[in-house]
């Protein structure tokens, strides 16, 4: 099952190699605002691990993850393994055309609009 959440990058950290075969990175967000902000720890596994290289600490990022937990010696785990990471809502904004102006956002009306339906009526003959 994947998630995804939106939030600031709070922290990087360098990539451990856990076994000859096997790296992993972790990288915090911080969702919310207010008094108790939350800070929610990823985890990036093996190519993946240069995924959060792109983004700064303090950028807004979406990103996305499974939801993984195991046993071990009768104590359970839970990890967010990160799979993708984007800019957040600000980097998805619609990019400028060449003349260096920003596009303007569409302002026409739904075709079947009420005010077109009243105008159709008027053109009736009786």
């Given at each position: 099952?994947?998630?995804?959440?939106?939030?600031?990058?709070?922290?990087?950290?360098?990539?451990?190699?856990?076994?000859?075969?096997?790296?992993a990175r972790e990288f915090v967000i911080e969702i919310?605002?207010?008094n108790y902000p939350q800070f929610i720890k990823f985890?990036?596994?093996?190519?993946r691990c240069s995924l959060v290289d792109n983004h700064?600490?303090?950028?807004?990022?979406?990103?996305?993850?499974?939801?993984?937990?195991?046993?071990?010696?009768?104590?359970?785990?839970?990890?967010?393994?990160?799979?993708?990471?984007?800019?957040?809502?600000?980097?998805?904004?619609?990019?400028?055309?060449?003349?260096?102006?920003?596009?303007?956002?569409?302002?026409?009306?739904?075709?079947?609009?009420?005010?077109?339906?009243?105008?159709?009526?008027?053109?009736?003959?009786?």
């Amino acid at each position: 099952m994947s998630f995804e959440v939106e939030g600031k990058l709070h922290k990087k950290f360098d990539t451990e190699n856990k076994t000859d075969t096997f790296q992993a990175r972790e990288f915090v967000i911080e969702i919310g605002e207010g008094n108790y902000p939350q800070f929610i720890k990823f985890q990036l596994t093996q190519d993946r691990c240069s995924l959060v290289d792109n983004h700064e600490v303090g950028n807004q990022i979406k990103v996305y993850f499974d939801l993984r937990g195991r046993e071990w010696n009768e104590k359970y785990f839970t990890n967010l393994n990160a799979w993708k990471i984007e800019g957040g809502a600000q980097a998805a904004a619609v990019p400028a055309p060449e003349g260096g102006q920003e596009a303007p956002f569409p302002t026409s009306e739904p075709v079947n609009s009420s005010a077109d339906q009243s105008n159709d009526l008027d053109d009736l003959p009786f």
